[in-house]
């Protein structure tokens, strides 16, 4: 019997791979991207190839293990911006003083950490199977750019897939006196909360309404999800310093 190479290829990735923490050497395969740290020398060697190019890093450390988890989704192709527009593809009309939960989606973007101590984890690469564009909320003289998803709108927990897209629980909240009607939401990168199980990528977060034309939103922990894990917060990992976690949407609903 003759095994070729694309045989071996396959049987060399077959272990099912799920968000959380691997061992070195780790070899794993995702939707057609192949991920693999492995030892060279003293030191270990990290790749990337397959469906969404590749790339190659040199890790000066022997040993270390590998956290894959989803990271804020305002990174990929660049990080020009931490916000998060997400368009609906419904518009909503709410009652005066009501407030609605609704699901809506968002892009994934997969993480790739190592660590450099027992609980310190760097972030070494970032990948989406989602595709990435920008948009600008605003005017053209002092609108925000955003990245830019569209979504309809659930009444209930959607189906995603753990790979390419999770949801957001939004809690609307008309503050007004007035029906208003949200056609969008607008997220601060710096503070998003996200938690993951083997099928499921969430967010929880408000969208309080005080004006017709001013909203503010904020990301809130979702307490009683216990089969959930917290993913690392790309942010606070990189030391980044949090300036604030609220989004005010001050240019329309």
């Not at 310190?120 to 005017?139: C, P, Q, V």
């Not at 003289?141 to 309809?152: A, F, L, M, R």
């Not at 959607?158 to 390419?164: E, G, K, L």
């Not at 009607?181 to 309080?208: H, Q, T, W």
Request: one cysteine or more; hydrophobic letters at 40%; aromatic letters at 12%.
């Amino acid at each position: 019997m003759v095994i070729n190479d694309e045989i071996l290829l396959l049987y060399y990735f077959t272990e099912i791979i799920m968000f959380g923490l691997y061992g070195s050497p780790v070899n794993m395969e995702i939707e057609g991207v192949f991920l693999s740290m492995e030892t060279h020398n003293d030191s270990l060697i990290y790749r990337r190839w397959g469906s969404l190019g590749s790339t190659e890093k040199l890790l000066l450390q022997e040993s270390c293990s590998i956290l894959l988890n989803p990271v804020e989704p305002v990174n990929m192709p660049k990080r020009l911006t931490h916000f998060l527009l997400v368009n609906f593809k419904k518009t909503l009309i709410l009652e005066p003083g009501a407030s609605k939960n609704v699901y809506i989606t968002f892009p994934l973007e997969i993480g790739v950490f190592v660590s450099h101590g027992k609980e310190d984890f760097e972030i070494i690469d970032i990948f989406s199977f989602s595709r990435l564009k920008y948009t600008l909320y605003g005017a053209p003289s002092n609108g925000i750019i955003c990245k830019y998803w569209e979504s309809d709108v659930f009444l209930s927990p959607p189906d995603t897939d753990p790979w390419y897209t999770g949801y957001i629980e939004l809690k609307i909240v008309n503050d007004t006196e007035h029906l208003v009607e949200v056609s969008k939401s607008l997220f601060n990168a710096y503070g998003m909360k996200i938690y993951y199980e083997e099928k499921k990528v969430v967010m929880k977060a408000v969208m309080k309404i005080p004006s017709r034309k001013l909203a503010e939103t904020e990301f809130i922990h979702c307490p009683g999800k216990a089969r959930f894990k917290k993913a690392t917060e790309l942010y606070v990992s990189s030391k980044l310093r949090v300036i604030g976690s609220r989004c005010i949407m001050e240019y329309g609903l």
